[in-house]
T-cell receptor, first 116, second 110 residues
Framework: GAVVSQHPSWVICKSGTSVKIECRSLDFQATTMFWYRQFPKQSLMLMATSNEGSKATYEQGVEKDKFLINHASLTLSTLTVTSAHPEDSSFYIC????????????FGQGTRLTVV | DAKTTQPTSMDCAEGRAANLPCNHSTISGNEYVYWYRQIHSQGPQYIIHGLKNNETNEMASLIITEDRKSSTLILPHATLRDTAVYYCIVSGGSNYKLTFGKGTLLTVNP
């Protein structure tokens, strides 16, 4: 399956600063990437769908101005958490999926964000 | 989106088969059943998926009922490393997203 790499694996930042998380598809040209957030002991929650060369589609309740997504190439999507606050501390996970409707998705290893 | 229902938790003895059920009674004709698992603090791992026929790969088998309203994931010889949360998801057709429910926490005991 596709290899998906996220960077960094973990990050600690101060309140009010911005943090950028990278998601790379190492062996697969991903026209679509997905960003999820997972709080402790909860399931993954889809935040947005990232489309190469166009604006991301955000799920209801997710602030697009706070969670900036850029998908400038077929192998890289970035998620920037702007003006981070402690409540943004979470596990952020990206995934890539082929264009066909019956293809599986592959996930990165996740990024643990802690805002202090 | 078709919703799925899974038991919250299950236990299995090491070396035995683990059978994880999933109900998806509102599945549409062009939606597939996907199974993923997540080991603590890692990204989800793809296991298997199917439309209506039973499927088998090196990790598991997927049994889908004839009416497609439920399925069972079978890990034939569970090991301690199979302890994880297992997610059953339906996706396909106009529903391209993978929406995760609460999943089943499978604990494999020695």
């Amino acid at each position: 399956g596709a290899v998906v790499s996220q960077h960094p694996s973990w990050v600690i930042c101060k309140s009010g600063t911005s943090v950028k998380i990278e998601c790379r598809s190492l062996d697969f040209q991903a026209t679509t990437m997905f960003w999820y957030r997972q709080f402790p002991k909860q399931s993954l929650m889809l935040m947005a769908t990232s489309n190469e060369g166009s604006k991301a589609t955000y799920e209801q309740g997710v602030e697009k101005d706070k969670f900036l997504i850029n998908h400038a190439s077929l192998t890289l999507s970035t998620l920037t958490v702007t003006s981070a606050h402690p409540e943004d501390s979470s596990f952020y996970i990206c995934s890539v999926r082929g264009h066909s409707m019956n293809t599986e998705a592959f996930f990165g290893q996740g990024t643990r964000l802690t805002v202090v | 989106d078709a919703k799925t229902t899974q038991p919250t938790s299950m236990d299995c003895a090491e070396g035995r088969a683990a059978n994880l059920p999933c109900n998806h009674s509102t599945i549409s004709g062009n939606e597939y059943v996907y199974w993923y698992r997540q080991i603590h603090s890692q990204g989800p791992q793809y296991i298997i998926h199917g439309l209506k026929n039973n499927e088998t790969n090196e990790m598991a088998s997927l049994i889908i009922t004839e009416d497609r309203k439920s399925s069972t994931l079978i890990l034939p010889h569970a090991t301690l490393r199979d302890t994880a949360v297992y997610y059953c998801i339906v996706s396909g057709g106009s529903n391209y997203k993978l929406t995760f429910g609460k999943g089943t926490l499978l604990t494999v005991n020695p």
